[in-house]
T-cell receptor
């Protein structure tokens, strides 16, 4: 079975640009969460979606948005990129809405220059 | 949310048993303790989860004393491939809490 897949694996953007990151959860998983991991720190929660609805939001500005599609895949959008948005963006899927075991993808490395 | 405290780093040698202790003095009655492992440029990987006493799987053991204010992840006979960052998480697995809260983790370096 395929695990959580994220695309692209690496991305370089310029300050002020917009970026869209994509995530496909494990088959049968209805919950997708997004995390930002800055170098040297643990992942920080951004969003959780379950059954196509936002179920949780972390302490991130409105420049960050996300959505979940009918097939449970998800996109994370970041507008007006700042240098500080450079990080590894991780997607995690799980079976349910509450915190059952989460399976993480390999992440998308975003570099803002 | 219960705050966790772990050592920043640990060193070991191949074949040794490694014990990483996590302090969580404010753990709530409904909270579970979960450990994740993360290699560079990869997402975290679930290792083990427990509520009290001892839990063992094919990868590790988790020891939780009666007061549950701390827990110890035990990795038997580590190898070079166990070099990674290990995160201790505490939170309610049953209701409402939808976000995993990671601290800074423990960086384990295994030497030959």
């Amino acid at each position: 079975d395929a695990g959580v897949t994220q695309s692209p694996t690496h991305l370089i953007k310029t300050r002020g640009q917009q970026v869209t990151l994509r995530c496909s959860p494990i088959s049968g998983h209805k919950s997708v969460s997004w995390y930002q991991q800055v170098l040297g720190q643990g992942p920080q929660f951004i969003f959780q979606y379950y059954e196509k609805e936002e179920r949780g939001r972390g302490n991130f500005p409105d420049r960050f948005s996300a959505r979940q599609f009918p097939n449970y895949s998800s996109e994370l959008n970041v507008n007006a990129l700042l240098l500080g948005d450079s990080a590894l963006y991780l997607c995690a899927s799980s079976l349910g809405q509450v915190r059952t075991e989460a399976f993480f993808g390999q992440g998308t490395r975003l570099t803002v220059v | 949310l219960a705050k966790t405290t772990q050592p920043i780093s640990m060193d070991s040698y191949e074949g040794q048993e490694v014990n990483i202790t996590c302090s969580h003095n404010n753990i709530a009655t409904n909270d579970y303790i979960t450990w994740y492992q993360q290699f560079p440029s990869q997402g975290p990987r679930f290792i083990i989860q427990g509520y009290k006493t001892k839990v063992t799987n094919e990868v590790a053991s988790l020891f939780i004393p009666a007061d549950r204010k701390s827990s110890t992840l035990s990795l038997p006979r580590v190898s070079l491939s166990d070099t990674a960052v290990y995160y201790c998480l505490v939170g309610d697995a049953n209701t409402g809490r939808r976000a995993l809260t990671f601290g800074s983790g423990t960086r384990l370096q295994v030497q030959p």
